[in-house]
Every structure is written in C-alpha cells, then in structure tokens.
C-alpha cells in the first residue's frame, strides 16, 4: 500500500518559518502530483499547494502564496513545503497528499494521504 509520511511541524512565533516533508512510497510518488492541505480545529480542510510530478508546475492557495513554496525530491521519494513569514492564522494541522493524474484543489481528487503534522504559529 501507498504510505504518506509528513513531518517537520512544531511550533513556531508568528515571522518564522518551518520546513515541512512527506516521505512517500517510491513508485508513486515519482509518477505523482503531490499537494498539501491543512485544517485548522473548526474549519474545513484548505487547499495549500500542489506541485507536478516533474515539478513545473505549481498551485498555491491565496492565503499562502508568496509565503510558501512547495517542491519535490523524486529521487528522495520526498515532497516538502517550505513556510516563510508563518502567521497565527497558518495554525493547523497540515496534510500531504498524492495522486497518480494531474493536480487539483480539490481534496477528493487524491487518493492517498498522510496522517497530518501540526503546525503551531504563536502571535
């Protein structure tokens, strides 16, 4: 079966940054889109990020953008989100997923996913 593995959360003071990863079974993920989700407590799942599985392309939800970058290390099995200038808000827990078609928003479209990593960004 398909595993998804994130870490790298934690807590962190509103302005700094943190390094998210999601370790994922090989073949997979060489031939998959990867996104990111999170879900703060009371409020339904958000769209973060997405990426290709070349890497060209990639999709940020507006509250992240220019914040956050979102790559991947095929040859390491290993996506990563990078969060810069992390604000009170970003507070979630924060989900990897993957598929094997294109990357979308939506979080039916993926199949596979993480059991999640919190965030914490204290004001």
């Known amino acids: 079966q398909v595993q998804l593995v994130e870490s790298g959360g934690g807590l962190v003071q509103s302005g700094g940054s943190l390094r998210l990863s999601c370790a994922a079974s090989?073949?997979?993920?060489?031939?998959?889109?990867m996104a990111w989700f999170r879900q703060a407590p009371g409020k339904e799942r958000e769209f973060v990020a997405a990426i290709t599985w070349h890497g060209r392309n990639t999709n940020y939800g507006d509250s992240v953008k220019d914040r956050f970058t979102i790559s991947r290390n095929n040859a390491k099995n290993t996506g990563y989100l990078q969060m810069n200038s992390l604000k009170p808000e970003d507070t979630a827990v924060y989900y990897c997923a993957a598929t094997t078609g294109d990357i979308a928003t939506n979080e039916g479209w993926y199949d596979y996913w993480g059991q999640g990593t919190q965030v914490t960004v204290s004001s």
């Open positions: 090989g073949r997979l993920f060489s031939s998959s889109a």
